[in-house]
T-cell receptor, first 114, second 109 residues
């Protein structure tokens, strides 16, 4: 199984809502990542988890809250988002974070904030 | 600061080799060159990476110049399914990938 799955595929939420994005992999990878991608722009790294511990937070606003309950699962909790947070949110995983391992990406969750 | 520069777009005829250039003149000794691609509305896909030597896998070949300041990704027989944005990145490790603007490759029938 070389797949990273993300749910939901699409999400529409209001600015006062609380929602969560979910990412799962069963490849035994110990590093997981969240990226944000605006239309016609490259992906931007948000968070890196290594061995279930947050190792990089790229100055992301606190309305985005990551969680890694176990080595296979990564969540992104969303609260009080702004319309400019509408984007494709991509999850990725790799065998480790410290060497030159390839990252496997999921298909993304397309988020619209109204 | 952009670590890599790539042409904005390129066209290639189906069945021909696609050669995608990348400049990374400030690359440090510990940084690898990675290539990923992103087909429209999908997540990025890893293609290949290398440090100094040329590399080849089932998808592509990576040619790195001797001074390591530039590289070329070669898709030997491009198909319509290879139409995508191709990203060249330099990084010491998996955790430090920073995507630049990439090259939109369009394979023409």
């Amino acid at each position: 199984d070389t797949e990273v799955t993300q749910t939901p595929k699409h999400l529409v939420m209001g600015m006062t809502n609380k929602k969560s994005l979910k990412c799962e992999q069963h490849m035994g990878h110990r590093a997981m990542y969240w990226y944000k991608q605006k239309a016609k722009k490259p992906p931007e790294l948000m968070f890196v988890y290594s061995y279930e511990k947050l190792s990089i937070n790229e100055s992301v606003p606190s309305r985005f809250s990551p969680e890694c309950p176990n080595s296979s699962l990564l969540n992104l909790h969303l609260h009080a988002l702004q319309p400019e947070d509408s984007a494709l949110y991509l999850c990725a995983s790799s065998l480790g974070a410290d060497l030159t391992y390839e990252q496997y990406f999921g298909p993304g969750t397309r988020l619209t904030v109204t | 600061d952009a670590k890599t520069t790539q042409p904005t777009s390129m066209d290639c005829a189906e069945g021909r080799a696609a050669n995608l250039p990348c400049n990374h003149s400030t690359i440090s000794g510990n940084e690898y060159v990675y290539w990923y691609r992103q087909i429209h509305s999908q997540g990025p896909q890893y293609i290949i990476h290398g440090l100094k030597n040329n590399e080849t896998n089932e998808m592509a070949s990576l040619i790195i110049t001797e001074d390591r300041k530039s590289s070329t990704l070669i898709l030997p027989h491009a198909t319509l399914r290879d139409t995508a944005v191709y990203y060249c990145l330099v990084s010491e490790s998996a955790r430090q990938l920073t995507f630049g603007s990439g090259t939109q490759l369009t394979v023409l029938p």
